[in-house]
């Protein structure tokens, strides 16, 4: 299932770059698709990366493995605005493997990631807002340091095992294109662990064993900020924190992300990512990823006609 999900990503970040083909000479790295006069208050925009890493040793008396590894997202943006009224949603989904000689497969990316957000201008640059998220995973995760030979019963996580759903009031300050600052004093974020083995007592949070979710009331702030390096490199960040009024108010959620892509030409970019997560009901230690590649990025933005 998990390569079906792989090659359905693969296919579609492939189909799009061929699709997108034509001289390089005088071309934006970013195409355009029409939207009729009528959908004007509509902008549409999306994003397919496919990274590849591969590996392979023959006769190296330094010794290494030989691996294959890639990874697919598909980003999409769906935005409208009309007078005072804003109205933001943002779909992510991507999955990645890696595949070492003698070892099982490993996952090294899987998200499903939902974000809207309703705004009603209030001032220059400020919205009163209602935030919305959910999140989780799509495949079972392990801990492949502790079950190198993991089968299905070793998993720690799962669809909606985690998944987290949250909302927020309170207001968005948009300056411009490329800073975002979200200020949410009253915020509900929802816990879900449906996954009957995980339902733990102390996991994600979970008081009781048999529990399926775990609610906190609190405030979050959010901020996303992107910035063109230098010509072809832009650094995309995004920040949330998060603080439970109900309990230990004191350990902030943190939750980072940094992209860096340094784009080749039109079609063809290396991507550095960075994220760190540290969530106490989660585990009581900082979490962090990186991840480097190149590959096949193909990106559009609506145009009005």
């Given at each position: 299932m998990m390569k079906k999900i792989l090659l359905f990503?693969?296919?579609?970040?492939?189909?799009?770059?061929?699709y997108a083909q034509q001289p390089l000479t005088g071309t934006p790295v970013t195409d355009t698709l029409t939207v009729p006069k009528k959908a004007k208050n509509w902008k549409i925009s999306g994003d397919h990366s496919l990274i590849v890493n591969q590996s392979s040793f023959s006769n190296w008396i330094a010794g290494g493995t030989n691996s294959f590894g890639g990874s697919a997202r598909i980003k999409y943006s769906l935005d409208?605005?009309?007078g005072k009224n804003i109205f933001k949603n943002k779909i992510t989904i991507g999955y990645g493997q890696v595949n070492n000689k003698n070892d099982k497969m490993r996952k090294?990316?899987?998200i499903l990631l939902l974000e809207s957000?309703?705004?009603?201008?209030?001032?220059k640059n400020w919205y009163a807002s209602v935030d919305l998220s959910f999140k989780t995973q799509m495949f079972n995760g392990y801990d492949y340091s502790a079950h190198p030979d993991y089968t299905s019963k070793d998993r720690i996580s799962s669809f909606m095992s985690p998944g987290y759903l949250t909302v927020g009031f309170g207001f968005d300050y948009k300056p411009d294109g490329n800073f975002q600052l979200s200020l949410l004093p009253i915020t509900s974020k929802n816990t879900f662990v449906l996954d009957r083995k995980l339902q733990k007592k102390d996991n994600y949070g979970l008081k009781h064993d048999g529990d399926y979710m775990y609610m906190e009331l609190g405030a979050m702030v959010n901020a996303k900020y992107k910035v063109e390096i230098m010509k072809n490199v832009v650094w995309d960040n995004s920040l949330s924190l998060f603080s439970n009024y109900l309990s230990h108010a004191e350990r902030v959620d943190v939750n980072f992300g940094s992209v860096i892509?340094?784009?080749v030409n039109n079609h063809i970019s290396t991507k550095l990512t960075f994220d760190l997560i540290y969530d106490h009901d989660q585990i009581k230690r900082v979490q962090t990823r990186q991840t480097f590649g190149i590959g096949l990025s193909y990106g559009f933005n609506s145009k009005n006609k």
């Open positions: 990503l693969f296919v579609s970040t492939l189909s799009q770059f061929i409208y605005k009309k090294t990316d899987d957000m309703y705004g009603r201008g209030i001032s892509d340094m784009k």
